[in-house]
Nanobody
C-alpha cells in the first residue's frame, strides 16, 4: 500500500496561485500513476490532473488546462500541483490519489485509483 499526505491548501483571492504537495510513502513513486482530484460541497469528486506510471503521460481536466501543472519528483516520492489564475469555482477539497500498477494510461475515474490522501482545502474568494 501507499500512504499519501497532501499539503499546501489555503484561502486565496481570485487570480492568486497555490502549489499543492502530496508526499507518498510505502512504495517508490515511479512505480505507479498519480493524480489530483477535487470535491466541492455537494458535488462528486472530479479528476483534475494525472500522470501515468509509464511514459510520463499527463492529462488535465478541460477546466484547468493552461492554469494547473502537475509534476512529480520521484527521488522524493512527491507529487505537485501548481495552480495559477485561481477562480472561485476552483474552491474544493483537493485529493491526491495513486494507481498502484504500471500503466500507460491516466484514468479519470475515482474507482481506478487504489490509495487516497485525506485532502487539503483550497478556497478561492472573489
Amino acid at each position: 500500500q501507499v500512504q499519501l499526505v497532501e499539503s499546501g491548501g489555503g484561502l486565496v483571492q481570485a487570480g492568486d496561485s497555490l502549489r499543492l504537495t502530496c508526499a507518498a510513502s510505502g512504495r517508490a513513486s515511479e512505480l505507479y500513476g498519480m493524480a489530483w482530484f477535487r470535491q466541492a460541497p455537494g458535488e462528486e469528486r472530479e479528476f483534475v490532473a494525472g500522470l501515468s506510471a509509464i511514459g510520463s503521460r499527463i492529462r488535465y481536466a478541460d477546466s484547468v488546462k493552461g492554469r494547473f501543472t502537475i509534476s512529480r519528483d520521484n527521488a522524493k516520492n512527491t507529487l505537485f500541483l501548481q495552480m495559477i489564475s485561481l477562480k472561485p469555482e476552483d474552491t474544493a477539497v483537493y485529493y491526491c490519489a495513486a494507481l498502484l500498477s504500471a500503466q500507460l494510461i491516466v484514468p479519470t475515474g475515482t474507482s481506478s485509483y487504489d490509495s487516497w490522501g485525506q485532502g487539503t482545502q483550497v478556497t478561492v474568494s472573489s
